[in-house]
């Protein structure tokens, strides 16, 4: 069994020794100066023989503290050496969650540019519409589509998700080259079955006739439903910002101008001790400035 004094007081007197100064101590520690005093009086007291000597301004080790200071040092630099090993391996990889939507229309084209600017952390995106369990699934951070809060994470919201009827150019054209509300009743559209149908077609005033969803293509996730629209299989109900590309570039086009929302958005989660997780914060700041400046651009 080991007889150690308290860790604190000995991290204290690790650094005041070093610097033999207990202002500079202070600071490396974050600690104020009577702070370092205190912790120091209580090792001293708990070892029983002074370890700094104090004259004027000024301290200086003792005989006892400097035979100490040496072996406690080097036991520091044992420690930190043991976890440094750890660190760097955490440090290599980042692993993101998040869902299939998300990261097929807009992450999976943008992380190249994060690992280009951070070639030592190696990027691993991990997709399912399940959530991210933190503890069990080795996931870092997650991007995660829902109303919040979620118990035990930080979060951070990054795009609220709302949504508005899109077909491709030569749909648009095969029927007539526009479309009314009552076309969305009896023309194809993809996913009948998702509840962003209904919402929308009674924001827009019109009646959803009661009993199941119409028969039709039916995909889960909205990045098929988009590509399913392109390719001229219905009409989706999509979100304008994972689509402005398609829709600058004359893949899709927006029959009505109406963008509902039921008050969804896409967050950024993490456990809250790891905020300051050097590749957490990175990735952190460069996916808020990637997703601002494609906001500032829809």
């Not at 860790?7 to 610097?19: G, K, M, S």
């Not at 202070?26 to 600690?31: C, D, H, I, T, V």
């Not at 829902?146 to 998700?161: K, Y």
């Not at 999509?238 to 109406?258: C, H, I, K, S, Y």
Request: glycine residues 8%.
């Amino acid at each position: 069994m080991r007889h150690l004094p308290p860790l604190a007081a000995v991290r204290v007197f690790e650094a005041a020794a070093r610097h033999e100064n207990f202002t500079a101590a202070a600071a490396e520690l974050g600690m104020t100066q009577a702070a370092v005093s205190y912790q120091i009086k209580l090792l001293e007291e708990r070892l029983g023989v002074p370890l700094f000597r104090r004259e004027k301004r000024r301290v200086m080790l003792t005989d006892a503290g400097r035979r100490a200071a040496a072996p406690v040092s080097r036991a520091f630099d044992a420690i930190d050496g043991a976890f440094a090993d750890l660190r760097a391996e955490d440090e290599g990889l980042l692993t993101v969650s998040t869902s299939n939507t998300f990261a097929n229309t807009w992450l999976a084209w943008r992380l190249g540019a994060f690992q280009l600017a951070n070639p030592a952390t190696a990027v691993r995106l991990l997709t399912s519409d399940a959530l991210a369990d933190f503890v069990s699934d080795d996931v870092d951070c997650a991007i995660r589509a829902g109303r919040g809060p979620w118990e035990g994470v930080a979060q951070e919201l990054l795009v609220p998700i709302d949504f508005t009827p899109m077909c491709s150019p030569g749909f648009l054209a095969e029927h007539g080259g526009t479309l009314t509300l009552d076309d969305l009743l009896r023309l194809p559209v993809v996913s009948a079955h998702d509840p962003w149908w209904p919402h929308w077609l009674r924001e827009a005033g019109i009646d959803v006739p009661a009993g199941p969803p119409r028969a039709g293509v039916r995909l889960d996730s909205q990045a098929h439903e988009g590509h399913a629209a392109m390719a001229g299989q219905g009409i989706a109900m999509l979100t304008p910002f994972f689509w402005r590309n398609d829709l600058a570039e004359g893949r899709l086009v927006r029959p009505f101008d109406q963008v509902s929302t039921r008050g969804y958005a896409y967050w950024l989660v993490y456990p809250d001790h790891r905020r300051n997780v050097p590749k957490i914060k990175r990735f952190r700041e460069w996916l808020h400035a990637e997703v601002e400046r494609d906001l500032a651009g829809v």
